[in-house]
């Protein structure tokens, strides 16, 4: 059976060099290895979508997750963090990927945060 989770962030809009922090609740139970948080800055087109910078949190629990657990997180954005940006050719974008690492296909939890210039 495959988990599946809520993200709560602490808040949507950042600035470079801050701390984003969130809780990661199980809402229903599956089989993981490991559960991660990673902040990344995508670039997407319509063609094309790839993790420029990738942080992650390292590994929050080990084994399979059951329904009611929570974990929490830290990840710092870069001190020089570029901003979010968009036009009509594609964008750039921070966000934080809550995956369970799993046989098979990994499960996802995606969710866009601001990142504005100072």
Known sequence: MTPRFQLQLD?????????VRG???????????????LLQYMEESPDYSKAA?????????????????????????PPDALPNYESSHGELYWEIDVRSDEFGRDTHE?????????
């Open 110 to 118: 995606r969710k866009r945060i601001e990142v504005e210039s100072p």
């Open 23 to 37: 809780t990661i609740l199980v809402v229903e139970s599956g089989g993981s290895r490991s559960l991660h948080a």
């Open 53 to 77: 910078v990738t942080i992650s949190s390292g590994s929050l629990h080990e084994g399979d997750l059951t329904a009611g657990a929570s974990f929490g997180f830290e990840l710092a954005l």
């Open 11 to 19: 808040r949507e809009r950042y600035a470079p060099g801050d701390s």
